[in-house]
């Protein structure tokens, strides 16, 4: 859809289709307008029978929500897919009162009329604005997605937004009252927007839908660029999304989601190349011959030696991935893990890698890092390095799973508890000068890469659907 009506000449923005139960298909997205105050338009598809949906037709009512009282005229913007509750629908809308992050309920029946149900259903002091909220139930039973209206025992349901002032994404897992038009988190420490976050990297808008024919739940996020404005022009596009991925509630945690690549992605591996149990000393960095390592599927196990663990009384434990000095540093127990995108002289990498603290009490924490501080030679990126903790429950081994695509590494630790995108730009680790290589930064621990699957990945072959004509 494009702005060509006054309630969305400034822009044609965020939006969410809701499959009804009579088998059509409605969308609600945010438009503004001539005078960019944030409204709500509804849109139907031309053609209900094209698979791909390319063509819709705005309702000549639009719009069918203006930004109610004591909400700003800009703040009030991205509805989510609907949910059925006795009788009627009902939709999410992200806005913030002051600089208290807040997400607003309506309720409808047709799409077309609306009423804005009593209170907010959640709110968190000092997040700021909520875009791209979206709010969808998980089964704490099994790995089932569940459609977004589903409800009742075995049912947590996750609140997600994309919070607009320091654009990350944050999520947490709750308890939905519909009665009462609430969500409260299981854990309050850790709501929405000062707890888990989707993704740590660059990474940010993402947006869930229900896959009926899969039954599985599917979120997309959308990775923007690190490199200038002015190169984005001279290249005629910015952004790509992520890798599909599947999205289920963590049994063996009960505390955070799973994010997994969908299995579709695995019909584009070629030949694979498999090592075992590689001893990595402290310090020492090996190569892994696998032929051109620009599009891999990878996946690898980690164990560092019991006794060092044992011995060691404290390390590391107020480690920050982000503040850290990325895989350059070096500390009694990592940082240890993989270079990807790198040049044989190692002047370019992206570092995908473990780091270990451990308190005076024993316990252990693990961290899952990115470091992108040498991904390029190239002046007029940012580099940072991302990461948080990561849940390793006793007998687990360390374990990871890297997606690489030429320019964009996805990164999947312990199952998909902890997930990092990386958008970087090599100048020299690019078609066959790029490899790939085990490293171990620790000090004081030799670490065993137990195993290692490395795929050759195909391209996706995108099929050259019409694409929407402009000149309409």
Same mark, same amino acid.
Request: net charge negative; aromatic share 10%.
């Given at each position: ?61 639009? *719009? ?14 991205d ?18 009162v ?38 969808? *139930? ?8 569940l ?23 944050y ?15 299981d ?34 996020g ?11 022009l001279?290249?005629g ?34 030949s ?31 164990e ?11 390390a590391?434990?107020?480690?920050n ?68 903790s ?23 630790a ?7 995108t ?15 290589f ?10 065993t ?14 099929? *050259?659907? *019409?694409?929407?004509n402009?000149?309409?």
């Amino acid at each position: 859809m494009v702005p060509d009506h006054w309630y969305d000449m400034n822009g044609v923005w965020t939006g969410s289709a809701t499959f009804l139960h009579d088998g059509s298909i409605v969308m609600l997205y945010t438009g503004s307008t001539n005078e960019k105050v944030q409204v709500q338009n509804l849109a139907f598809p031309a053609d209900p029978s094209d698979p791909l949906l390319i063509d819709w037709i705005k309702y000549d009512g639009n *719009p069918v929500l203006v930004p109610p009282p004591d909400i700003g005229l800009q703040d009030f913007r991205d509805p989510t897919t609907a949910w059925y509750v006795d009788g009627a629908w009902r939709i999410s809308i992200g806005s913030k009162v002051n600089k208290t992050g807040i997400a607003l309920v309506y309720e409808t029946s047709d799409f077309r009329s609306y009423k804005l149900l009593d209170g907010v259903m959640h709110a968190v002091p000092g997040t700021g604005m909520w875009e791209c909220i979206d709010f969808y *139930p998980v089964s704490t039973t099994g790995k089932n997605g569940l459609d977004t209206s589903a409800s009742g025992p075995g049912v947590k349901h996750v609140m997600k937004a994309s919070l607009d002032d320091d654009k990350h994404d944050y999520y947490a897992i709750g308890t939905y009252d519909a009665e009462k038009n609430t969500w409260t988190p299981d854990n309050p420490e850790e709501d929405v927007g000062i707890g888990l976050r989707c993704d740590y990297g660059k990474f940010y808008a993402s947006k869930t839908f229900y896959d009926q024919n899969k039954g599985r739940r599917i979120l997309w996020g959308w990775i923007g660029e690190t490199d200038n404005e002015k190169t984005d022009l001279e290249k005629g596009w910015a952004a790509v999304q992520t890798i599909p991925r599947v999205v289920v509630f963590d049994e063996k945690t009960g505390s955070n989601l799973l994010q997994w690549p969908v299995e579709e992605v695995e019909s584009l591996r070629l030949s694979s190349k498999d090592f075992s149990d590689i001893e990595i000393e402290a310090g020492s960095v090996v190569p892994l011959d696998v032929g051109t390592a620009t599009q891999l599927d990878i996946l690898a196990e980690f164990e560092i030696e019991s006794k060092t663990l044992e011995e060691t009384v404290e390390a590391d434990v107020g480690y920050n991935c982000s503040t850290s000095g990325g895989a350059a540093g070096r500390g009694l127990l990592g940082p240890f893990g993989l270079l990807v995108i790198a040049d044989g002289s190692l002047t370019e990498q992206t570092a995908v890698y473990f780091y270990i603290g451990k308190g005076t009490d024993g316990n252990l924490q693990t961290f899952f890092c990115q470091d992108e501080l040498r991904s390029s030679e190239a002046t007029d990126i940012v580099k940072r390095v991302y990461g948080s903790s990561v849940p390793v429950l006793s007998g687990e081994k360390l374990s990871v799973r890297i997606l690489v695509d030429h320019s964009i590494v996805e990164s999947f630790a312990q199952g998909g508890r902890t997930c990092i995108t990386s958008r970087v730009y090599p100048t020299q680790a690019i078609y066959g000068a790029a490899g790939i290589f085990l490293f171990n930064n620790a000090t004081a621990a030799n670490v065993t890469a137990a195993s290692i699957k490395i795929w050759q990945m195909n391209s996706a072959f995108i099929h *050259p659907y *019409p694409a929407y004509n402009l000149e309409k």
